[in-house]
C-alpha cells in the first residue's frame, strides 16, 4: 500500500502536540529553541537566543552541542 504525501502529514499530525503562538511565545523563556533552517535563513531573521542547527545536521549535533548537553 503507497501512502500519499496527505496520508504521511495525517499520520505525523496524530504524533504532534501542536501550540498556538501565544503558547510558544510564553514558553520561550524556559525552552531551548533550536532554528532548523539553513544558516542564510537564519541569520535573515530568527528567534532570539535560538540555536542555529540546520535540519540535516541535527542529528548529529544534538548529542554534542554545548547548550544541549547535561
Do not use: Q, W
Not at 4 to 24: F, H, Y
Amino acid at each position: 500500500m503507497n501512502l500519499t504525501a496527505m496520508d504521511l502529514v495525517k499520520r505525523a499530525k496524530s504524533e504532534i502536540n501542536e501550540i498556538s503562538c501565544e503558547e510558544a511565545t510564553s514558553m520561550l523563556d524556559s525552552a531551548t529553541v533550536i532554528d532548523v533552517r539553513e544558516p542564510t535563513e537564519y541569520e535573515a531573521g530568527h528567534i532570539a537566543n535560538a540555536l542555529p542547527i540546520p535540519r540535516g545536521m541535527l542529528e548529529f549535533s544534538l548529542n554534542s552541542h554545548p547548550s544541549l548537553t547535561n
